[in-house]
C-alpha cells in the first residue's frame, strides 16, 4: 500500500464517488500516526478512466459537470400569436355576513383572542381593494452528461460498439407540463469495464481504524495490560490489545467503491430535467393590508393562457399587468431559450379580492382585512387579546 501515487488528492473531478461515505472520520484512535497521505480519504478517479466519446467531450465526473445546450431547432420556431380578447369581468365582493363569520372564526382560533370583540362590533364601512396576480410559467427541459460508475457484476459493455446518439437525441418520457421532474439515463454505447481506481484492483482496503494492524490499542487500560496499579485488565487479559471491530481484525475491508468486485463499470449518464420556472407580479394595493399575505391565499382565475409560446398581454384595465407582462416574457424567453428547451409556457391573471372592514367596539374604531378565495383575515388592532382578562 505504500505506492499509491495514482490516488494522490486529485480533486479536479470533485466528487467522483458520491456512494463511497468514507467511516470513522471521527473518533479515529490519536495514538496511531495517521495513515500514509493518499491511502484514504475520499479519492477522485484519475483521468484515465475515462474514455473519450465523440459527442461527449466536455462530460466529467459528479454533479453538475457536463452541461448541454439544446441544437438549434431544424424548423423555424412557430411565432406566439396574440391571445383572444379578454372577457369581460364582474368583482365579486362580499357581504357583511360573510365578513362578520371570518372574523368571527378568526377571532376563536386563537387562544389569546376574546370573542366579544368579533360577536359584538358593529360593522361601519366596508371597502373593495381588489388585486390582481399575474404569473408566467416556462417549462423548460435541460440536459446534462456525467461520468458514473458502478461494482462490476458482468453487465455489457459496449463502448466504441457503435457511436453513441447525441444528447439530445436520446428520448426521455417528458412528464406532465409544469411538473418537476428529473430522469437518468445511461448513455449507450459508452460502458466500458476498468479497473477499481479506489483499491487498484485489490477488492479490499486497509481497514482506517486500526491502520491495517487488525487489532489496537485496548480502550480499558489505554495498552498498557494493567488497571490500577498491578490489577490486571480483563478486557484485553492484559495483553494491552484488542481486535479491531471495525474489520473484524482482519485488518481490511471490502472497498466500498468496487464492493469487493475489483472491477467497476464506467459509463456516461445523461441526466434530464424538467423545471416549471415561475414568475409573479402582483400589483399593489393601498389598503393597508401587507402584500406577503396574499401569496398565502388563492384567487379567482380571471384569464389563462397555455401554449408553446405565449404572446404578452396586449390590453388590460391594469397597465402594470400588462406591463409585467410584456417584461416576464421577454425576460423568459431570454433567459431559457439559450440553456435549455423551452416545452410549454402559461400565463395566468388572478383575482384577489381584498376588503378592508371598519368596525366599532366599545366606542372606539377598528379595521380588518378579509382577502383571499378562503376569507382569511388580518388585523393588527384587535382589541380584546388578553385571555387572563374579561372575556
Ligand atoms: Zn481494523
Ligand atoms: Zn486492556
Ligand atoms: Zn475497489
Excluded at 445511461?186 to 484492483?201: E, Q, R
Excluded at 479491531?244 to 471490502?254: E, F, I, M
Excluded at 425576460?331 to 423551452?342: A, D, N, P, V, Y
Amino acid at each position: 500500500m505504500e505506492s499509491q501515487p495514482i490516488m494522490s488528492h486529485n480533486r479536479t473531478y470533485g466528487v467522483a464517488n458520491p456512494g463511497y461515505v468514507p467511516e470513522a472520520v471521527a473518533g479515529a484512535p490519536a495514538m496511531f500516526a495517521p495513515p500514509a497521505a493518499g491511502s484514504f480519504g475520499p479519492s477522485a478517479p484519475p483521468a484515465n478512466m475515462f474514455d473519450t466519446v465523440p459527442g461527449y467531450e466536455g462530460t466529467m465526473a459528479g454533479e453538475g459537470g457536463g452541461f448541454l445546450p439544446p441544437p438549434m431547432p431544424l424548423n423555424p420556431v412557430p411565432q406566439p400569436q396574440p391571445g383572444p380578447e379578454q372577457p369581460q369581468w364582474n368583482i365579486p365582493s362580499i357581504t357583511e355576513d360573510t365578513a362578520k363569520e371570518a372574523f368571527a372564526l378568526f377571532a376563536s382560533s386563537k387562544c389569546c383572542y376574546s370573542s366579544a370583540p368579533a360577536k359584538e362590533g358593529g360593522i361601519t364601512n366596508m371597502e373593495a381593494f381588489n388585486t390582481y396576480r399575474y404569473r408566467l410559467e416556462t417549462f423548460t427541459e435541460s440536459r446534462s452528461t456525467q461520468w458514473a460508475q458502478e461494482p462490476y457484476h458482468g453487465q455489457p459493455v459496449d463502448a466504441y460498439s457503435s457511436p453513441p446518439p447525441g444528447p439530445w437525441d436520446i428520448p426521455a418520457k417528458v412528464p406532465s407540463f409544469f411538473q418537476d421532474s428529473k430522469q437518468i439515463i445511461k448513455v449507450p454505447y459508452t460502458s466500458s469495464m476498468k479497473t477499481c481506481h479506489v483499491c487498484l484492483g485489490m477488492g479490499r482496503k486497509p481497514c482506517r481504524d486500526c491502520a491495517g494492524a487488525g487489532n489496537k490499542a485496548c480502550w480499558v487500560c489505554n495498552g498498557s495490560g494493567y488497571r490500577h496499579g498491578d490489577d490486571r485488565c480483563h478486557h484485553c487479559n492484559g495483553r494491552g490489545r484488542e481486535n479491531c471491530s471495525h474489520c473484524h481484525g482482519q485488518g481490511s475491508k471490502q472497498c466500498p467503491t468496487c464492493h469487493g468486485k475489483q472491477q467497476l463499470l464506467v459509463y456516461i449518464n445523461l441526466t434530464v430535467k424538467w423545471t416549471n420556472n415561475s414568475d409573479n407580479y402582483v400589483v399593489e394595493q393601498s389598503s393597508g393590508l401587507q402584500v406577503e399575505n396574499l401569496s398565502k391565499v388563492s384567487g379567482q382565475e380571471l384569464f389563462r393562457d397555455s401554449q408553446y409560446l405565449v404572446y404578452p398581454l396586449m390590453s388590460f384595465p391594469d397597465m402594470a399587468v400588462v406591463n409585467a407582462s410584456q417584461r416576464f416574457v421577454s425576460e423568459h424567453q431570454g433567459k431559457f431559450s439559450q440553456t435549455s428547451r423551452i416545452l410549454q409556457q402559461r400565463q395566468t391573471i388572478e383575482l384577489i379580492p381584498v376588503t378592508r372592514v371598519t368596525y366599532s367596539w366599545k366606542g372606539k374604531s377598528h379595521i380588518y382585512f378579509v382577502y383571499g378565495n378562503e376569507f382569511k383575515v388580518s388585523t393588527d388592532d384587535y382589541p380584546a387579546t388578553c385571555c387572563c382578562t374579561v372575556m
